[in-house]
């Protein structure tokens, strides 16, 4: 990215001032390095949502950002619906709700050792991964509809899971106002066979080693210990999901003239929040995100029953739940005055800080657990939002290291076999159903989370808690 | 001379396709598409969906014809390899013949999440030849 547009901040804060259509400037918080290894697309798309009807204080960039549809993969915006603000489905994205959790098992690495190659077999089998690969569930209409309402209530309803684990995922695990009738019936076709399944491409169930710690007081708080063993899972609201998008994207585009939204770029199709388009949206999409929520759920819970089998003695308990394609109604502070505001974070975490309501007793006074996958092979973190994060980016930090190659460069330099090869002889075992998928997920294909995440804090959205090292990695 | 490409997109992947006509174009995108996932070998055509939709432009009408069979690949966990377009009056006809995935011979690599308005583009080229493009979600 040309940098010479932009107005240095500070070391880890860049602003674009508004010109043109912008009704507010852009800020892209990153360190130089990263902030110049961004395409250029990406401050282009920064200043394209800053044109969007109702945007309040800023288009947002995170360090993680890169080149999306319409917002960039890492683009946070909010709109105010009292100033004709908008709510965009290209500001979420296909993949609603994608989002990451992570369980702690008490277990030390050590033991893992000897059992590593049967875990990651009996892992592989657990959890359905990989197109044309479909879940063991499969819900009736009535069902489906109950899940688009419920999300991980309606799983732990069905037996999947503990009750102890709803306070531990974003919304106590249910986005209220969902609206089922809202998602079409090819949506819901599309996912009658897909509960429980993970999905391909970036997603994955990884088991991870806590490598190194951070802030041992928070540490501590998250009960996360040096050594010990997490399994985490990635995926999001699968084909439901991708197909509200694909729906609602259509819409809106064909829509946003007669609502006299004049889109500065087609891929940035949105609509009035207070209008029927934008209602209908947000109750689909809230739909989405309890479809992704119920699915983590279950995945959760088959992973733990795959565990169960070699460490009855140890529980996967879960630290968090979060989710990086939404847009939520939040309240923050502006300009002196709480407003209530229409959040997007697309390819962007919430990262509420202490002594927020929304956060379980236990981790009120720490802050939110904010989970960040690195590539596979390589790292992943634990972070901790902050109060900083609010005045920044309306609590609001990265979501994982980004990509800074395309999936057909990445096939041009590594071959799927010769990565997993190499990864196991540094003692990482990749599952995977297709070699071709794991070249494309080769870790030199995506940026260096570490500098991410570094950035992330020297920046005020998140702060680093503990490092993750993966040991397995079961790839869709 | 029909034809389909790749391109390059950070998190995800242009396809084109390439032709004489706009359906040829059309159905050279469908190849594509299905060479994006990994699947573009050794899929026998071996059963038959038609497919239909309707836009108002050729544009909106490239990416619903893409997502009809990202939709139709989702639901009947199927790939296709061969493609048989009619446009008429914003109006596509067409049939997509291929197999149940078999998960020993198939080796995809992702799925597609749906085609985007990212990089669209459809209509004739200088020399006359027909190109219709997008990116994929994958």
């Known amino acids: 990215m040309d940098l010479s547009r932009l107005e240095r901040i500070s070391d880890f804060e860049w602003r674009l001032a508004p010109s043109g259509r912008m009704r507010a400037p852009g800020v892209i918080y990153a360190d130089e390095a990263l902030a110049r290894d961004m395409d250029d697309k990406v401050l282009e798309q920064v200043s394209n949502v800053a044109m969007l009807p109702g945007i309040v204080k800023a288009s947002f960039a995170m360090p993680d950002a890169h080149w999306g ?23 979420v994205g296909f993949d609603i709700s994608c989002g990451v959790r992570s369980m702690l098992s008490g277990v030390q690495r050590a033991a893992i050792g000897p059992l590593k190659e049967r875990l990651a077999h009996e892992l592989s089998r657990a959890i359905p991964a990989g197109l044309g690969r479909t879940g063991r569930i499969h819900l009736s209409d009535l069902e489906l509809d109950a899940m688009l309402a419920g999300g991980a209530r309606w799983a732990l309803e069905q037996g999947y899971g503990e009750a102890a684990d709803l306070e531990r995922i974003e919304e106590h695990g249910c986005m209220p106002d969902a609206r089922p009738e809202s998602v079409s019936g090819k949506a819901k076709q599309r996912q009658r066979d897909e509960m429980g399944t993970l999905g391909s491409g970036n997603h994955y169930l990884e088991v991870q080693e806590i490598a190194d710690i951070y802030d041992p007081d928070v540490a501590a708080g998250f009960a996360l210990r040096q050594g010990e063993v997490v399994v985490t899972i990635h995926c999001g609201s699968r084909g439901l999901g991708h ?70 003695q140890s529980e996967l308990r879960l630290l968090f739940d979060v989710s990086h394609n939404t847009c939520k109604v939040e309240e923050h502070a502006l300009d002196g005055e709480r407003r209530r505001l229409y959040v997007h974070r697309k390819g962007a975490t919430r990262a509420i800080g202490p002594g927020h309501p929304d956060l379980p007793e236990e981790l009120r006074p720490f802050g939110q657990p904010v989970l960040i996958g690195g590539s596979m092979g390589t790292e992943s973190w634990v972070l901790v939002g902050t109060a900083e994060s609010e005045r920044r980016a309306f609590s609001s930090a990265v979501h994982g290291a980004g990509r800074s190659m395309s ?62 090292k993966p040991l397995v990695c079961i790839k869709g | 001379m029909a034809g389909w490409a790749l391109f390059a997109h ?12 706009r359906e040829a174009a059309f159905e050279q995108g469908a190849i594509a598409l299905m060479h994006a996932m990994g699947a573009g070998a050794d899929v026998a055509p071996q059963r038959v969906v038609s497919i239909a939709c309707e836009a108002p ?4 009408l490239f990416v619903d014809w893409l997502n009809a069979l990202i939709f139709e690949m989702a639901t009947r966990s199927m790939l296709f ?48 030849s027909w190109v219709a493009q997008c990116v994929v979600d994958v």
Not at chain 1, 260 to 287: K, T, V
Not at chain 1, 425 to 447: D, Q, T, W
């Open chain 1, 69 to 91: 549809y319409g917002f960039p993969i890492g683009g946070v915006a909010a709109f105010d619906p009292d100033q004709g603000g908008i709510v965009s489905a290209g500001g």
């Open chain 1, 243 to 312: 197909q509200i998008g694909t729906e609602f994207l259509r819409e809106m585009v064909l829509a946003a003239g007669a609502a006299g939204i004049e889109l500065p770029d087609r891929e940035l199709a949105c609509a009035p929040i207070n209008s029927e388009i934008g209602q209908r949206y947000l109750g689909a999409m809230r739909a989405g995100i309890n479809c992704a929520l119920a699915n983590r759920q279950i995945l959760g819970h088959l992973a733990r029953a795959a565990w169960a089998r070699f460490f009855p």
């Open chain 1, 407 to 468: 999936r057909h460069e990445a096939l041009r330099r590594w071959q799927g076999r010769q990565i997993i090869d190499e990864l196991a002889a540094s003692g990482i075992l990749i599952r995977s159903p297709s070699a071709r998928g794991v070249a494309e997920e080769a870790p030199g294909a995506y940026k260096d989370v570490g500098a991410v995440v570094r950035a992330a804090e020297n920046a005020g959205l998140a702060r680093r808690v503990a490092r993750l």
């Open chain 2, 10 to 21: 950070d998190a995800d992947v242009g396809v084109r396709g390439s032709g004489p006509t």
């Open chain 2, 57 to 60: 432009n050729d544009e909106v």
């Open chain 2, 81 to 128: 390899s061969r493609f048989r377009v009619a446009i008429e009056e914003g109006r596509l006809r067409a049939e997509a013949w291929g197999e149940p995935i078999d998960r020993a011979r198939h080796e995809v690599a992702v799925e597609a999440k749906g085609a985007t308005f990212t990089a669209l583009k459809v209509g004739p080229q200088a020399d006359g």
